[in-house]
């Protein structure tokens, strides 16, 4: 979320505001940079990616105005929309909180972490873990939600963020001046490993590894809220609103931390150039090992609002939902922390179309929607792999 | 004097390329001390050994009185070595002021102290305050070594380690980085400088080492190298 990347060109409309001074000194204030911005942001993005996919939709449905007898796309998309929309921001969002631990330690280290997606896993179990145990203690429902919802996510992050760091020291941190192959292997290996233990461990305390949240029978988080748009009646549920909040607030944490902490600018500056940040004084395996942290404390996080949304996980729930993450991060432009957002949103919302509507077609059920969202990885990258943002120009050689 | 830096048969390797080959070299207190040698002497594999980013196979870089051969980059710079890279390596996505405030990570005494710094060095670089929110990497290739320069100058190091500052400028602009170097040198820094431009260089330094394919073959003062044959066939272009 670099505060450059939405600026308008020079020579646009928007130059007399940007160029006044009133605006200029407002630009540079946290309050603007650390608030106005991030936010206003993410909701460009949001509307960006409705307005594309619905108008992609309409043009569909006026390609194929009636897929079925007797079934018409266009009624059927108006109809949807509302939904479709809430349920893609929602995915979106866990997507993007996935997709920034893939960019985040693709940045300092130039290399993918494939065993991210069951450190989402850990986090999703983990978050099983806490509430279970409230749960057989009995004590599960006199929590405040609130204050669970912030508990689990705290606990889950963190105890990810820890995993992840454990991973990079004894696992990938040995192995950084070998061909870049050989990580790579190795962090599929991570993930075999990941797996098996959770269901080793998931096995042998509660002989099962079906791990269903407790939380199915609290009324907070199951029953729907009613949300009238326009003539529509959308049922909103809970999960999906928890977490737009705490992404929301873990992304504008994040985006002070990158862009306004002096460790951030650390990081930064070794993912521009390693050997040149340590002669500045930057202790890089500390920094890298933060990275590594942070990028794991919001996969966890995102496992544990993945969990709580869909209620039941399993030590192979991380594999689909990472592999989603990764090609967001791809689309958004690997490395590049406002690209995961922008990704992690468009893959969200493509897939909730997707679900929406590819039941109206014949032969063409909703498990298409796999295949196209990785068919989009492999569109991007043959044909755009720096990804959308990817390209910055702006670096003279 | 008191010594400040000294290498003592320094070997270094890269994988079986024997890059130095014994090298020693002594920095004093407030000199100007500078490297000269053809391009693939081992300037630069000099400069990186001192300041930890590759380490030598044998030998000995004491600092200040302290061995400092084993410790890692981040390390040796809080000890007050400041090395300004060859190619400046800015941060090219970071602004003007990040790559300032980079450079300070190591400074204590708080947001006071580092923003007396960065205003010296406005005053030293006026172009980079007018530049101070532009990113790094949309500056002019002298505007870059004043960057890279003010950025290693913001730790208030006690040797400055500087790796051809000339490399890639217009003449005029050679001129002025010299005039830099030497002002940086009266206000009481410690530098260690290394060029392809000899002539330069050895008007500047106090003293000078010839590096030639790992090895040092002439020690002398600046002026006693300006005369001397050898500098002055190999180095200066004389026939
Ligand atoms: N990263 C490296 N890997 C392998 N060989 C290197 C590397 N850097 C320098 N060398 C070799 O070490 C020798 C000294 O290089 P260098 O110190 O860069 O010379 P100079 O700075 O005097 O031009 C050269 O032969 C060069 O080819
Ligand atoms: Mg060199």
């Known amino acids: ?397 | 004097m008191t010594v400040l830096l000294e290498l003592t048969q320094v070997h270094t390797y890269y994988g079986h390329i024997h890059a130095l080959k014994g090298v020693s070299v002594r920095v004093d207190q407030g000199e100007v001390v500078t490297l000269v040698g053809a391009n693939g002497a081992g300037k630069t594999t000099t400069l990186k050994t001192i300041s930890g980013i590759t380490r030598p196979k044998r030998g000995k870089v004491m600092f200040n009185g302290q061995d400092i051969t084993d410790m890692a980059p981040h390390h040796i710079s809080a000890q007050g070595i400041a090395h300004v890279p060859e190619g400046r390596r800015i941060f090219p996505l970071l602004s003007v002021r990040e790559n300032l405030e980079v450079g300070s990570w190591n400074v204590k005494g708080g947001r006071g102290i580092i923003s007396d710094r960065m205003n010296q060095m406005f005053d030293m670089f006026p172009r980079l305050k007018e530049r101070i929110n532009q990113k790094g990497g949309t500056l002019s290739g002298g505007e870059q070594q004043m960057l890279a320069m003010a950025r290693a100058l913001m730790m208030a190091p006690s040797v400055l380690l500087l790796d051809e500052p000339s490399m890639g400028l217009a003449p005029v602009l050679v001129e002025g980085i010299f005039e830099i170097v030497k002002r940086i040198n009266e206000a009481g820094n410690t530098v260690l400088l290394v060029e392809q431009n000899a002539l330069m260089a050895l008007e500047i330094a106090h003293r000078g080492y010839v590096l030639q394919t790992g090895e040092i073959v002439l020690e002398d003062t600046g002026a006693a190298l300006l005369q001397n044959d050898l500098v002055r066939k190999a180095y200066l272009g004389e026939t």
């Open chain 1, 1 to 397: 979320m670099s505060s450059e990347s939405l600026s308008p060109r020079q020579g646009g409309l928007l130059d007399p505001l940007i160029q006044s001074e009133a605006w200029q000194r407002f630009s540079h204030t946290g309050f603007y940079r650390f608030i106005v911005f991030p936010i206003g942001q993410i909701i460009v993005f949001i509307v960006a990616a409705t307005v594309f996919l619905t108008a992609l939709a309409y043009l569909v449905a006026l390609l194929i105005p009636e897929p079925r007898p007797n079934i018409v796309l266009s009624d059927q998309i108006s109809r949807q929309l509302p939904g479709m929309v809430i349920s893609g921001i929602s995915i979106g969002f866990v997507y993007a909180m996935v997709a920034l631990g893939y960019t985040l330690v693709y940045g300092v280290l130039k290399f993918i972490n494939f065993a991210h997606s069951e450190i989402f896993m850990f986090g999703s179990v983990i978050g099983f873990a806490f509430m279970n145990f409230l749960s057989s203690a009995g004590v599960l429902a006199d929590w405040n939600p609130v204050v669970l919802v912030i508990a689990t996510i705290l606990i889950s992050g963190i105890a990810s963020g820890l995993l992840a760091v454990l991973i990079e020291r004894v696992a990938y941190k040995p192995l950084r001046n070998a061909p870049r192959l050989v990580p790579l292997i190795t962090a599929i290996g991570i993930s075999f490993i990941l797996q098996d233990v959770v269901r080793a461990l998931a096995s042998i305390t509660i002989n099962d590894f079906n791990l269903t949240y407790p939380t199915r029978n609290i009324a907070f988080f199951q029953n729907p809220i009613p949300v009238v748009i326009g003539t529509n009646e959308v049922r909103v549920r809970m999960t999906s609103i928890i977490i737009v909040i705490a992404a929301v607030i873990m992304l504008l944490a994040l985006n002070y931390f990158v862009n306004g902490t002096k460790a951030g600018r650390g990081i930064r500056a070794i993912s521009m150039d390693q050997a040149t940040s340590g002669l500045m004084g930057i202790p890089v395996n500390l920094m890298i090992s933060l990275t590594f942290f942070i990028g794991g404390a919001f996969g966890g996080a995102a496992g544990a609002l993945f969990g709580l949304n869909v209620g039941n996980v399993t030590p192979y729930i991380g594999f689909i939902p990472g592999l989603k993450a990764f090609t967001a991060a791809v689309l958004g432009g690997i490395g590049n922390i406002t690209g995961a957002l922008l990704g992690g949103l468009l893959i969200g919302m493509i897939e909730a179309f997707l679900n929406g509507l590819l039941p109206y077609f014949p032969a063409i059920g909703i498990r298409y929607t796999d295949i196209i969202t990785f068919g989009i990885l492999i569109a991007v990258l043959i044909f755009r792999p720096s990804g959308l943002l990817g390209e910055r120009v702006d670096e003279k050689v």
